[in-house]
Nanobody, 127 residues
Framework: QVQLVESGGGLVQAGGSLRLSCAAS????????TGWFRQAPGKEREFVAG????????YYADSVKGRFTISRDNAKNMLYLQMNSLKPEDTAVYYC????????????????????WGQGTQVTVSS
């Protein structure tokens, strides 16, 4: 199993930017597709962005497409989410996660497809 720790959340004004980071432990990180999810108060956890184990393919929720960019550095065991043009509706706790299955060269979006989760980092966007 992969251990994940997020950082980089905070308070930002609408239109601003933040970069989230996710540090992974374990040599197997590079074997798994990974993703970012978010959960706002009173709402279910939702998929935000995902990237294949090789980094060759990415996939985004429609709500963030064109504003967020996911990337990974397998040499450093790191996952990133660059968030630009932030909106108040982006306010949530953001989680990084690793897929349950290794060596899948496509992005899955269902919460229960991911077996390793970080503790989450709060992102608050003020209007």
């Amino acid at each position: 199993q992969v251990q994940l720790v997020e950082s980089g959340g905070g308070l930002v004004q609408a239109g601003g930017s933040l970069r989230l980071s996710c540090a992974a432990s374990g040599r197997t990180f590079r074997s798994f597709a990974t993703g970012w999810f978010r959960q706002a108060p009173g709402k279910e956890r939702e998929f935000v962005a995902g990237i294949t184990y090789s980094g060759g393919s990415t996939y985004y929720a429609d709500s963030v497409k064109g504003r967020f960019t996911i990337s990974r550095d397998n040499a450093k065991n790191m996952l990133y989410l660059q968030m630009n043009s932030l909106k108040p509706e982006d306010t949530a706790v953001y989680y990084c996660a690793a897929d349950r299955k290794a060596w899948i060269d496509y992005v899955r979006t269902a919460v229960d497809s991911f077996g390793s989760w970080g503790q989450g980092t709060q992102v608050t966007v003020s209007s």
